[in-house]
């Protein structure tokens, strides 16, 4: 479940204004108790710009990982690991 709302987190962070792949992957990648397994901060920013890309022609999706970085970014680690940010609708990094 934890990779699934990392990948949502990294697609969002490639958009404008919106939050930084690099930003959303330290969140997560500092929050211990979540279950990342062994992916490393470069990794996690790849796959996160690799999801956001995928989402260019996909207005709505777009929007919604964006969303979802800029939960990460303000949700805590706690919260985080409850899934408050998970959203179904994008796809796992």
């Known amino acids: 479940m934890q990779r699934v709302f990392l990948a949502g987190l990294a697609s969002v962070l490639l958009y404008g204004c919106s939050s930084t792949c690099q930003s959303v992957c330290d969140k997560l990648l500092t929050c211990d108790a979540l279950d990342v397994g062994d992916v490393g901060d470069k990794e996690c ?3 996160c710009a690799v999801q956001e890309s995928s989402y260019e022609d996909d207005v709505e999706r777009a929007a919604a990982f964006d969303a979802y970085k800029e939960c990460v970014l303000a949700a805590s680690c706690e ?10 609708a994008l796809y796992a990094f």
């Open 79 to 88: 919260e985080l690991i409850e899934g408050a940010c998970h959203d179904e």
């Open 45 to 47: 920013e790849l796959d």
